[in-house]
């Protein structure tokens, strides 16, 4: 049995870490891991300008422990008021790397959101003529369409016709959840990717109720059923290149995750790799880890791969309960159960 993995360094090509005293204590989880991140804009409020991008690059770097390297890739906000002009002076920062898509609504902090793709044509246009990735929070906010199936409508309502009006726009379709998203990425033409978390890799929808509601497995897009658990594995470990790692590490204070109306988010950052490391050894495929986390995804974004290297060590802990997070916690996912694997 495999006792230890060596890894050329991975990145993180989905992540959030907040603002001001959370930021403080959660980027030294993912800086210890991982060399970059694509750090999400859905800060309140969202960082929807080049100069915000740079000024939230800054206080991200000024949070950074000493010693500890790192490098934030930054994302700006997709909005229905987005111009041409200022994906321009995006490109131009040299420091933000892609645009987020959040269907207005969709998720924490998307009220600011897009509500028609028609009235971001002008950027997405600047986007695709500037090699700007456009990436995709991709479900239906349709009260009227099963939680479940948000996703797959997606697909069909909104980026099929996208792609056929931009082809050559570059997209990624962020923390995908099912079968049809899966088969959506394979089969697409042009330059598409698709990131995956550890917890859709790791858990069903039963997850969420086993023993009664459990807040901390509460995420969007929704855990869903096995057969599309699958289906992800079958993804993430298949060598295709489309497919690379995004953690969605989304950090809540304990007490808005055990609420009457909780928060949707996993926080995985302490043991990212730990939690992708158990999800592919279980699939018999821990030689298909390091593409995945540390080849795929700089590829996809046309930068270098990372030339320094981490090792796990088959070895079993315990996660903590909570960690310090601002003047209140965190809970990682799976707190209290222990892990095979660790980052050392
Ligand atoms: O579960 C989620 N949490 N999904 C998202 O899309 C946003 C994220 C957050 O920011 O908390
Ligand atoms: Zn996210």
């Not at 930021?23 to 309140?44: E, G, W």
């Not at 901390?216 to 470990?237: D, F, G, M, N, S």
């Amino acid at each position: 049995m495999t006792s230890t993995i060596t890894l050329t360094r991975p990145d993180d090509w989905h992540l959030h870490l907040r603002d001001g005293v959370v930021l403080r204590d959660v980027l030294p989880h993912t800086a210890r891991q991982f060399a970059r991140a694509i750090v999400m804009p859905n800060l309140k409020p969202p960082v929807t300008t080049a100069a915000m991008a740079t000024a939230y690059r800054a206080r991200i770097l000024a949070a950074l422990p000493e010693g500890m390297h790192f490098e934030p890739l930054m994302t700006l906000y997709l909005t229905d008021n987005t111009s041409a002009d200022e994906i321009h002076r995006a490109v131009d920062s040299g420091i933000v790397h892609g645009v987020k898509l959040y269907p207005a609504g969709a998720t924490t902090n998307a009220d600011a959101g897009v509500t028609d793709l028609g009235r971001c044509m002008a950027a997405l246009e600047q986007m695709q003529a500037l090699g700007l990735p456009l990436l995709v929070h991709g479900e239906v906010t349709d009260g009227e369409i099963d939680l479940f199936d948000r996703e797959a409508v997606f697909i069909d309502r909104v980026l099929i016709p996208l792609r056929r009006q931009l082809p050559a726009l570059k997209l990624v379709f962020e923390h995908i959840t099912t079968k049809e998203a899966v088969h959506y990425v394979q089969e697409a033409e042009g330059h598409m990717g698709a990131t995956i978390t550890a917890h859709h890799l790791l858990y069903n929808r039963n997850a969420l109720f086993k023993g009664g509601v459990r807040p901390h497995y509460y995420c969007l897009p929704v855990l869903k059923r096995e057969t599309h658990r699958q289906a992800l594995i079958a993804a993430a470990t298949s060598g295709n290149a489309k497919f690379f790692l995004g953690t969605d590490s989304a950090p809540h204070p304990k007490g808005l995750k055990e609420h009457a109306c909780g928060c949707a988010g996993c926080y995985t950052a302490l043991h990212a790799m730990e939690l992708y490391a158990q999800a592919f050894d279980q699939a018999g495929a821990l030689d298909k880890l390091e593409a995945f986390s540390s080849f795929h995804g700089p590829d996809f974004y046309g930068l270098p791969r990372n030339t320094d290297t981490v090792r796990l060590e088959r070895t079993e802990w315990r996660i903590p309960d909570e960690l310090p997070m601002g003047d209140s916690t965190v809970v990682p996912l799976d707190a209290g159960q222990s892990l095979n694997w660790k980052f050392v």
